[in-house]
């Protein structure tokens, strides 16, 4: 952990590979108004460091062991509902993206962002605004026009992406805490909108289209 010096808008850094985050942390430090003040290598570190720590800005990685990204942001938003946080990440398929916008981030950009846009992006969270790579915002605008992805909802996304993991109904609906005919009802809008006719069709079509992916 960096100690919490300088002025400016704050920054934790939470990502499972050091490298990154040394990265992350020196790119940072190039800039006179931005200063890191923690990293964490878990969601759930994240969010203990937020308490600590209080940072303005939170630049969060998705997938971490234990607690991921998405259920870190939740977490953090829900009791530090004034801190930003920003998802850094490699992966823009329509399902991360959803879950992390619905889970409280202002912010989306991938790692191959430029230095300069990384740096503002942190400033606009910090001021309130959102900050999205020009690839996830025209996502984000489809899925406000309700295109994105065949037009699946946030939940059809969510089933879809459990029976991509090779759940069963059953089991779907124990997870999501839906009735099994529900997860029928669900699977059987998902198969219209992709225009397929079961499961692996479905999980092959939004592989294919980018709209969930395999870990």
Same mark, same amino acid.
Request: charged fraction near 20%; charge should be neutral; proline fraction near 4%.
């Given at each position: ?44 570190? @994240?969010? &203990?460091?937020? $308490? #600590? *720590?209080? /940072?303005? +800005?939170?630049?969060?990685? %998705?997938?971490?062991?234990?607690? =991921? ?55 606009? @969270?910090? &001021?309130?605004? $959102? #900050? *999205?790579? /020009?690839? +996830?915002?025209?996502?984000? %605008?489809?899925?406000?026009?309700? =295109? ?68």
């Amino acid at each position: 952990m960096r100690p919490s010096t300088g002025p400016g808008i704050r920054v934790l850094l939470a990502d499972d590979h050091p490298v990154v985050r040394d990265g992350l942390a020196a790119m940072l430090s190039t800039q006179p108004d931005l200063t890191v003040v923690g990293e964490a290598s878990t969601g759930a570190e @994240a969010l &203990r460091q937020t $308490a #600590a *720590l209080a /940072p303005d +800005v939170v630049l969060m990685d %998705l997938q971490m062991p234990g607690m =991921d990204g998405t259920a870190a942001t939740a977490a953090i938003r829900a009791a530090h509902p004034q801190v930003r946080v920003v998802v850094l990440t490699t992966y823009d398929t329509d399902a991360d993206i959803t879950a992390a916008i619905d889970a409280g981030a202002v912010g989306y950009l991938l790692k191959d962002t430029a230095r300069h846009e990384l740096c503002e992006a942190v400033r606009t @969270a910090a &001021r309130g605004g $959102a #900050a *999205l790579s /020009p690839t +996830v915002a025209a996502k984000v %605008l489809a899925h406000v026009r309700g =295109d994105r992805g065949g037009g699946l909802s946030g939940r059809e996304l969510e089933v879809l992406s459990a029976v991509a993991r090779g759940q069963s109904n059953k089991q779907i609906a124990r997870a999501l805490r839906l009735s099994e005919a529900t997860v029928k009802t669900h699977l059987l809008h998902i198969y219209a909108k992709l225009d397929v006719g079961d499961r692996t069709a479905a999980v092959t079509a939004a592989l294919g289209r980018g709209i969930i992916r395999m870990d």
